[in-house]
C-alpha cells in the first residue's frame, strides 16, 4: 500500500509559478517511477510529467515542455513539480501517481499507475 499526498496548489495569475509536492509514504519510494497527471473540468484526467526511479529519465506533455520540472527527493520520499509561465490552460486538479513496475522508463500511461494522490487544486487566472 502507497499513500501520497499532493500540496502545494492554488491560485495564480497567468505568468507566475507554483510548485507542487507529493510526499509518499513506503520504504521503497527510491525504487518507484513517479508521474503527474492533470484533470479539467469536463476532460479526461492528462499526463503532464514523469520520472524514473534514478531521477536520470524524464518525459513530458508538449503542452508543458519547457515550462514545468519534475524533480525528486528520495531522501525525502518526495516528488516536486515546478510550473512556470503558467496559462489559464493549465488551471486543473494535479496528480501524482506511482508506478511500481519493474521497467525502467517512466510511462505516460495512466492505465500503468497503480497509486494516486487525493490531487490538488491549480487555478490560474488571466
Known amino acids: 500500500q502507497v499513500q501520497l499526498v499532493e500540496s502545494g496548489g492554488g491560485l495564480v495569475q497567468a505568468g507566475g509559478s507554483l510548485r507542487l509536492s507529493c510526499a509518499a509514504s513506503?520504504?521503497?519510494?527510491?525504487?518507484?517511477?513517479m508521474g503527474w497527471f492533470r484533470q479539467a473540468p469536463g476532460k479526461e484526467r492528462e499526463f503532464v510529467a514523469a520520472?524514473?526511479?534514478?531521477?536520470?529519465?524524464?518525459i513530458y506533455a508538449d503542452s508543458v515542455k519547457g515550462r514545468f520540472t519534475i524533480s525528486r527527493d528520495n531522501a525525502k520520499n518526495t516528488v516536486y513539480l515546478q510550473m512556470n509561465s503558467l496559462k489559464a490552460e493549465d488551471t486543473a486538479v494535479y496528480y501524482c501517481?506511482?508506478?511500481?513496475?519493474?521497467?525502467?522508463?517512466?510511462?505516460?500511461?495512466?492505465?500503468?499507475?497503480?497509486?494516486w494522490g487525493q490531487g490538488t487544486q491549480v487555478t490560474v487566472s488571466s
Open positions: 501517481a506511482v508506478d511500481r513496475s519493474s521497467g525502467y522508463y517512466p510511462p505516460s500511461s495512466r492505465d500503468l499507475y497503480d497509486y
Open positions: 513506503g520504504r521503497t519510494f527510491n525504487s518507484y517511477k
Open positions: 520520472m524514473s526511479w534514478s531521477g536520470i529519465s524524464t
